[in-house]
């Protein structure tokens, strides 16, 4: 696609309920990112992916965040048992390429505001 | 832990003037120092990529500007207009972590007609 496309834009869910949150790459992307914009934080990182390399999962806050990416290109990014302190902006982002020495520009879809009651 | 810091948190200026946002980070072993644009209920748009190599990048109106050594960049906007409004963000990208990005928390620029 011309760019990363997350969905749904908006997402309220009540405490306790699992969420699905879907990323759609640019196209040919070989690596994809996941953020996590909180009120009154900057973006903080989840995990990436690049190829069919494990995953870096350092960055997801507890067992209850999870993330898989299918074929190659989308994503999603599924909580568990959602809980309050989870309502943020989730941000996914792709890039062309991890090889070293590249400018490996990020490029962001519009993110997913998650709200949990 | 890379720590990034960015002031001031926010910024209200008339149309016109120039003015300095600045970006500080604890670790100087980046890879690379981005800026970044967010308008509100939108992405993140890159604006400039400065390699730790490399003191300074230019587009437009716009220039930033690193610092390695002592940790600082900084993102200059000239003749500033109300169509700048929006919250600029700052990462860097280190030379052991990969490609994941540690960010700021941002300034809020509102430039006002």
């Known amino acids: 696609g011309a760019g990363v496309s997350q969905s749904p834009s908006n997402k309220v869910t009540e405490k306790g309920k699992d969420v699905e949150l879907r990323c759609d790459p640019i196209?040919?992307?070989?690596?994809l990112y996941w953020y996590r914009q909180s009120l009154g934080q900057g973006l903080e990182f989840l995990i990436y992916?690049?190829?069919?390399?494990?995953?870096?999962k350092s960055g997801l806050p507890s067992d209850r965040f999870s993330a898989e990416r299918t074929g190659g290109s989308v994503s999603t990014l599924t909580i568990q048992r959602t809980q309050q302190e989870d309502s943020a902006v989730y941000l996914c982002a792709s890039s062309s390429t991890l090889i070293q020495g590249a400018k490996n520009i990020q490029y962001f879809g519009a993110g997913t505001r998650l709200s949990v009651l | 832990k890379q720590e990034v810091t960015q002031i001031p948190a926010a910024l209200s200026v008339p149309e016109g003037e120039n003015l300095v946002l600045n970006c500080s980070f604890t670790d100087s072993a980046i890879y690379n120092l981005q800026w970044f644009r967010q308008d509100p209920g939108k992405g993140l748009t890159s604006l400039l990529l400065i390699q730790s190599s490399q003191r300074e990048q230019t587009s437009g109106r716009l220039n930033a500007s690193l610092d390695k050594s002592s940790g600082r960049s900084t993102l200059y906007i000239a003749a500033s207009q109300p169509g700048d409004s929006a919250t600029y963000l700052c990462a860097v990208r280190m030379e052991t972590s990969g490609s994941r990005l540690t960010f700021g928390e941002g300034t809020q620029l509102t430039v006002n007609p």
């Open positions: 992916f690049q190829g069919n390399s494990a995953p870096d």
């Open positions: 196209s040919g992307h070989t690596a």
